[in-house]
């Protein structure tokens, strides 16, 4: 039983992993394809958090966004392979931040063809952040294993 959960595990966090990995690759200085895609996510986010705090926040920098994509889903993964309650705490987070932000459907209609692609990428990242939920679920129910206190006989003459 234990191959099978580190199997599954692997598999697992081999997605997060692997993307972490060619993320890593095409990571240059401008970020990559990656940060081409998220600049116009960061911005609109940029946009939305001026106009709720009515002050002016820091630029927040796409490369760094990136970065920190790319060490949650890294770092996260190879921990969460050796069973870690932080790793799968890491992949949840990444998860947390990057699904409403890569995802966004509620900006489109229906009928839009964009529209069924994208809800199947946000289904999939809620399916991966309830996949974590029970792993945490789980790794908190299972009753450690106690040694067993030996009683004393006592002694007899």
């Not at 839009?112 to 679920?137: D, H, I, K, R, W």
Request: with cysteine; proline share 4%; charged share 15%.
């Amino acid at each position: 039983m234990g191959f099978f959960s580190f199997l599954g595990r692997v598999l697992f966090a081999s997605v997060f992993i692997l993307s972490a990995w060619q993320m890593f690759h095409e990571f240059g200085e401008d970020g990559g394809p990656a940060a081409k895609e998220l600049a116009p996510k960061v911005a609109g986010l940029q946009d939305f958090l001026e106009s709720k705090l009515g002050a002016v926040t820091p630029k927040i920098d796409v490369r760094h966004v990136v970065a920190l994509f790319m060490a949650l889903k890294g770092l996260g993964g190879l921990l969460f392979v050796f069973g870690s309650f932080t790793g799968a705490v890491l992949l949840m987070f990444y998860l947390m931040l990057a699904t409403p932000l890569l995802h966004d459907i509620c900006h489109l209609n229906f009928g839009e063809p964009q529209y069924f692609t994208l809800l199947q990428e946000f289904l999939q990242s809620v399916s991966l952040l309830g996949a974590l939920l029970f792993f945490v679920g789980m790794k908190n129910s299972i009753n450690r294993r106690q040694p067993k206190k030996k009683t004393l006989r006592p002694k007899t003459a």
